[in-house]
């Protein structure tokens, strides 16, 4: 059974930092991308950030780029997002997602940032950043 945990939201004012992980279980974990994804009320879900796991290699929405940092700890099989210098716009629900059959984040035509192809999903976590 796959799973996807995520945990590390919260509230927070504007300039201070969380740390949201993802726990990755029941599928192979190495060797395929892994993102974190977020949706704010009355909004499309967006990318943030994803990993390819299986060398590191990171890609980042130009929205949060200098400012969240995507790494991973394969012996846990857990991806985190560090997340700095949080402005209100970054509020929203927060959402780790993967697939087996996903081996790349970046190749001709696709790119991880529209979430497609991604077939896990985590609960999400909730980010909440006041002015």
């Known amino acids: 059974q796959v799973q996807l945990v995520e945990s590390g939201g919260g509230s927070v004012q504007a300039g201070g930092s969380l740390r949201l992980s993802c726990a990755a279980s029941?599928?192979?974990?190495?060797?395929?991308?892994m993102g974190w994804f977020r949706q704010a009320p009355g909004k499309e879900r967006e990318g943030v950030a994803a990993i390819y796991t299986g060398g590191g290699s990171t890609y980042y929405a130009d929205s949060v780029k200098g400012r969240f940092t995507i790494s991973q700890d394969t012996a846990k099989n857990t991806v985190y997002l560090q997340m700095n210098s949080l402005k209100p716009e970054d509020t929203a629900m927060y959402y780790c997602?993967?697939?087996?059959?996903?081996?790349?984040?970046?190749?001709?035509?696709?790119?991880?940032?529209?979430?497609?192809?991604?077939?896990?999903w985590g609960q999400g976590t909730q980010v909440t950043v006041s002015s």
């Open positions: 029941g599928y192979t974990y190495s060797s395929n991308c």
């Open positions: 997602a993967a697939d087996s059959l996903l081996t790349v984040c970046v190749d001709a035509g696709y790119t991880w940032y529209q979430g497609a192809d991604f077939g896990y």
